[in-house]
């Protein structure tokens, strides 16, 4: 049981992951139908581009921790 507990950070990593490609990919068609609405200016996909460096820094560090506890958890069981 304890087990899934390693695993945890792992999912969340992912899931954070899942949301920022969400985000990166719906920004900038928001922008284009904004951009219609109001029928003024240019369009240009890059000014609806989301900057989530950090996010994808902590997706990355919550899954590097969960990978860690379950091989110290694997090591545990295994004695």
Same mark, same amino acid.
């Given at each position: %049981?304890?087990?899934?507990? @390693? &695993?945890? $950070?792992?999912? @969340? *990593? &992912?899931? &954070?992951?899942?949301? +920022? ?5 719906? %920004? $900038?068609?928001? +922008? /284009? ?6 029928? !003024? *200016?240019?369009?240009? $996909?890059?000014?609806?581009?989301? $900057?989530?460096? +950090?996010?994808?820094?902590? !997706? *990355?560090?919550?899954? @590097?921790? *969960? ?8 090591? /545990?069981?295994?004695?």
């Amino acid at each position: %049981m304890r087990s899934h507990f @390693a &695993l945890r $950070p792992i999912v @969340a *990593g &992912l899931v &954070l992951v899942a949301i +920022g490609l969400l985000v990166q990919n719906v %920004m $900038p068609v928001l +922008g /284009r139908a904004a951009f219609q609405a109001a029928a !003024a *200016g240019s369009y240009s $996909p890059s000014d609806y581009r989301v $900057p989530l460096v +950090g996010f994808y820094l902590i !997706a *990355g560090v919550l899954i @590097a921790i *969960g990978v860690v506890l379950t091989v110290l958890e694997c090591r /545990r069981t295994r004695r």
